[in-house]
């Protein structure tokens, strides 16, 4: 009789957010999968767990893969788990778990901590519907290709990035998709933990002058219907509008500089402006 594949949802940053069912699973295991081995082995060390582990990541899936199914396959449990957060999101043991329903192995969750649902509850943009996104490729033609499919993308986006590859990051999410907001979502559940909703613009203003340091969840606002090429919304254009009108500039002549600027008809953004 075969054993089984159990993910494990393990700390995203707060040791305090490890579930007692998933200390037990650790407990229970023959033996834990695991991304980095080092990086488990102190959470292991944390909750008093001892197992054998077995070093599983995107190098060496496939000869450990083989390895791992033919010891489930045998009779034993095995956990698996990724450095922080879901195993199988975002994360090579998403490979691994296609094998185990090719074989009939059954796979189980024991659910915890994400940081992609994590972000998005608390990023202030819409959570009805969502797309995750996961890491931009560093590929220049992947990277091109993903980013022209998401422009007309109407559900909230959630990325991931490392500090290193930020700024370059909302640089090119600009260039795409035009200045949306956007919460920028630093250090989730750890003591810097920063939540920022701003906007793509602004966003890179910051970081050009900021040290950038920690893990960082991008979310997104999606497409409109509304927007241009740029990403501007009416709404966003009547705000734009206000300094100029403030300045002594005509409703007409602000409206002409914001749709020379944004893309958008004249027409439009003048009878909003009317109705302020």
């Known amino acids: 009789m075969s054993g089984k ?39 292991l060390n944390h909750f008093e ?34 450095d922080a957060g879901l195993p199988a999101i975002s994360d090579p043991g998403e490979e691994l778990v296609a094998q185990c329903h090719e074989k009939n192995i059954n796979v189980t969750v024991i659910p915890g901590p994400c940081a992609c649902v994590s972000a998005l509850a608390v990023s ?45 990051t909302l640089k090119d999410l600009y260039e795409n998709l035009g200045d949306r907001r956007i919460s920028v979502i630093r250090e989730l559940t750890k003591i810097h933990e920063e939540v ?29 219907a509304e927007q241009t090429d740029s990403g501007v919304s009416l709404a966003d254009a009547v705000k734009m509008a206000a300094p100029l009108l403030k300045s002594g500039l005509s409703i007409s002549d602000a409206a002409r500089q914001i749709a020379k600027d944004t893309g958008l008809k004249k027409g439009d953004i003048y009878k909003e402006l009317l109705k302020l």
């Open 196 to 224: 920022s909703l701003t906007t793509l613009k602004a966003a890179i203003d910051k970081y050009e002058t900021e040290p950038i340091k920690g893990e960082f969840v991008l979310v997104i606002e999606g497409f409109h």
């Open 124 to 168: 202030g943009l819409p959570t009805g519907r969502f797309a995750f996104e996961g890491f931009l490729s560093v590929n220049k033609k992947s990277r091109r290709t993903h980013l022209e499919a998401i422009k007309l993308e109407p559900r909230t986006m959630i990325f991931y990035e490392a500090p290193h590859k930020l700024l370059h």
């Open 49 to 82: 767990v001892k197992k054998p582990l077995v070093s599983y990541f995107e190098h060496n899936k496939r000869q450990k893969g083989e390895y791992i199914i033919a010891r489930i396959l045998a009779g034993e449990t095995c956990v698996l788990v990724s």
């Open 5 to 43: 594949l159990v993910l494990v949802a393990t700390p995203i940053g707060n040791l305090g957010d490890m579930a007692p069912r998933a200390v037990a699973a650790l407990k229970n295991a023959d033996f834990i999968a695991a991304e980095d081995t080092r990086v488990t082995l102190k959470l």
